[in-house]
């Protein structure tokens, strides 16, 4: 009886235990999490001389603030692509920041270079400093500044400006109308790919100036070496004509002269066939 009367103890706190685990897991606000009660953190400082200087901490939230307002900016200026056009001046100002840190020394001759950029292995400064920079390097941003394109942007917003005039009528029209300029802007183009001199923007502008002109408005343009290609598949097509043509005058030229040749033969041997008769 001593024994029933444990286990009946035993099953009625299990049963409770259950029933409180039930009401909480029913709850709107829940019993939290258990291992976050024990979890163990880092210590909100350490020792004076081991953290970095308020020169530092300053350059620091400068370089966060400005890291921030690059980044917005390449994320609004990538569809359509104007990173070179309107992220410039964000990344100038980045650039600003960190050469300090990299390389300018503040009050007391301090250099947060160290601290900053290579007191750990992660180095997260330097590396989120150098993946925008490889980004803005591929986006050949430095080569915007020219007169190429000054006077592509300003050929393009023309073209641009023909295709809105005629895209809701016939594109018939549009073709035929707006055909000098995008053939001009394409010239500028091939030019400006062909020195080196083009950037992101103006890729992406063409590339989709490009589909607009072929594919929205079913037009095409003959380009420049269409014709000289044309000019040496045709010859290449009628090279064995000619050849077969010359060789049959060829051979009927020959045919002519060996018959001509026969008959003369004939009439020599009958003419001195005629003298030997005649002599006797």
Request: proline share 3%.
């Amino acid at each position: 009886q001593g024994k029933n009367t444990k286990y009946s103890v035993l099953l009625l706190a299990l049963l409770t235990l259950n029933t409180i685990y039930m009401v909480q897991a029913d709850s709107p606000n829940p019993a939290p999490d258990m291992s976050s009660l024990f979890s163990t953190s880092l210590m909100s400082s350490f020792p004076e001389d081991l953290e970095i200087s308020g020169y530092c901490k300053e350059l620091l939230f400068f370089f966060k603030q400005r890291y921030v307002t690059f980044v917005d900016c390449l994320i609004l200026a990538a569809r359509p692509v104007k990173v070179c056009q309107n992220c410039s001046s964000s990344y100038s100002r980045l650039q600003d920041i960190y050469r300090n840190i990299s390389d300018q020394v503040g009050p007391g001759n301090e250099s947060c270079r160290d601290s900053l950029l290579s007191s750990d292995r992660l180095m997260v400064v330097y590396q989120l400093y150098s993946n925008l920079q490889d980004l803005w390097t591929s986006s050949n941003c430095e080569s915007n500044l020219t007169n190429d394109t000054l006077n592509f942007l300003s050929t393009l917003n023309q073209t641009l400006t023909c295709f809105e005039k005629y895209q809701l009528g016939n594109h018939t029209e549009l073709c035929k109308s707006c055909k000098k300029m995008y053939g001009d802007v394409n010239k500028l183009y091939g030019r400006m790919e062909k020195n080196d001199t083009m950037c992101i923007d103006l890729e992406d502008a063409m590339n989709m100036t490009r589909r607009l002109w072929s594919k929205n408005f079913n037009c095409s343009l003959p380009r420049d070496e269409t014709v000289p290609v044309l000019a040496v598949s045709s010859f290449m097509l009628f090279l064995p004509v000619i050849f077969y043509l010359s060789s049959f005058l060829h051979s009927e030229q020959k045919k002519r002269k060996l018959i001509h040749r026969s008959l003369l033969d004939r009439y020599s041997i009958k003419a001195a066939g005629d003298g030997i008769f005649s002599v006797r």
